[in-house]
T-cell receptor, first 110, second 117 residues
Framework: QKEVEQDPGPLSVPEGAIVSLNCTYS??????FMWYRQYSRKGPELLMY????GNKEDGRFTAQVDKSSKYISLFIRDSQPSDSATYLC??????????FGTGTKLQVIP | GAVVSQHPSRVICKSGTSVKIECRSL??????MFWYRQFPKKSLMLMAT?????????EQGVEKDKFLINHASLTLSTLTVTSAHPEDSSFYIC?????????????FGPGTRLTVL
């Protein structure tokens, strides 16, 4: 079993839709949870960062962490074509090693 | 925001040659730098973790003698792929964490695409 599971997609949605991206994990020691966005042939950029369980909102993006279920989500409201990218969940126990999901490719259709 | 650069962005080399990739933190000092490898439609795979002035810690299955890492200063780490072969062709990405702050946010470079002919 992989430490982090993420559906690779692709996920296609119409512009304006609410997008839901999810990851599950098996390591109960993970405390830090991140979502990265990666455009084609570019390095990942951090979108959201959450410590432990709970919700965090930043503009159109909302990150949720449910440690009891070992499940994290990223919601994108009013999706735009510019949101088309691969979204990677990531998590870590401490300051150092981060474990990434495989990424979900999202396409927002105008 | 913190910026990490990588050079070169793309390199094509012949089999058997060595290639050096530089990773620089431009506006902050990096406590730790990480080197990842990413295959198409695959996740980032951590290759090694390097701290300034000390030997890199390699992940299981990563050949130390093939992937040489030097973290000479708080703003520069280099990855040298020695005697490169076609199977080493990949997208190599570095990241860095800052010496300041309380989070473990990693700032990623733009990546280097290596093609070995």
């Amino acid at each position: 079993q992989k430490e982090v599971e993420q559906d690779p997609g692709p996920l296609s949605v119409p512009e304006g839709a609410i997008v839901s991206l999810n990851c599950t994990y098996s390591n109960s020691a993970f405390q830090y949870f991140m979502w990265y966005r990666q455009y084609s042939r570019k390095g990942p950029e951090l979108l959201m960062y959450t410590y432990s369980s709970g919700n965090k909102e930043d503009g159109r993006f909302t990150a949720q962490v449910d440690k009891s279920s070992k499940y994290i989500s990223l919601f994108i409201r009013d999706s735009q074509p510019s949101d088309s990218a691969t979204y990677l969940c990531a998590m870590s126990e401490s300051y150092q090693k981060v474990t990434f999901g495989t990424g979900t490719k999202l396409q927002v259709i105008p | 925001g913190a910026v990490v650069s990588q050079h070169p962005s793309r390199v094509i080399c012949k089999s058997g040659t060595s290639v050096k990739i530089e990773c620089r933190s431009l506006d902050f000092q990096a406590t730790t730098m990480f080197w990842y490898r990413q295959f198409p439609k695959k996740s980032l795979m951590l290759m090694a973790t390097s701290n300034e002035g000390s030997k890199a810690t390699y992940e299981q299955g990563v050949e130390k003698d093939k992937f040489l890492i030097n973290h000479a200063s708080l703003t520069l780490s280099t990855l040298t792929v020695t005697s490169a072969h076609p199977e080493d062709s990949s997208f190599y990405i570095c990241s860095a964490t800052s010496t300041s702050g309380s989070t473990n946010e990693q700032f990623f470079g733009p990546g280097t695409r290596l093609t070995v002919l």
